[in-house]
Nanobody, 121 residues
Framework: HLQLVESGGGLVQPGGSLKLSCTAS?????????IAWFRQAPGKGREEVSC???????QYGGSLKGRFTISRDSAKNTAYLQMNSLTPEDTATYYC??????????????WGQGTQVTVSS
């Protein structure tokens, strides 16, 4: 059973950066999984931030491309979300999700517990 674990969240000042990580705690190889990052701010719906396919094709939600970069490292069995130029509007719980499929899907089967990102001075 695939279990995802996010890390790297925290408190950062506006304009700062954070890098989130998502790994499989159960030891399952993520190479054939599409992996995505979602976020949910208080009182708002869940928003897809970015997705990366097994072979590295990426897609981004809204206007996040340019500030956010998704990547993956097969050797470390980990996916990342580099977030730059953070603003208070980026404050949310960030979730990693995965699905055993080649292309980025509209729905995901596996979810992590989330990591909190707070952007505040």
């Amino acid at each position: 059973h695939l279990q995802l674990v996010e890390s790297g969240g925290g408190l950062v000042q506006p304009g700062g950066s954070l890098k989130l990580s998502c790994t499989a705690s159960s030891g399952i190889n993520l190479d054939q999984y599409a992996i995505a990052w979602f976020r949910q701010a208080p009182g708002k719906g869940r928003e897809e931030v970015s997705c990366i396919t097994f072979n590295g094709r990426t897609q981004y939600g809204g206007s996040l491309k340019g500030r956010f970069t998704i990547s993956r490292d097969s050797a470390k069995n980990t996916a990342y979300l580099q977030m730059n130029s953070l603003t208070p509007e980026d404050t949310a719980t960030y979730y990693c999700a995965a699905r055993h499929i080649f292309n980025c899907p509209s729905e995901f089967d596996h979810w992590g517990q989330g990591t909190q990102v707070t952007v505040s001075s």
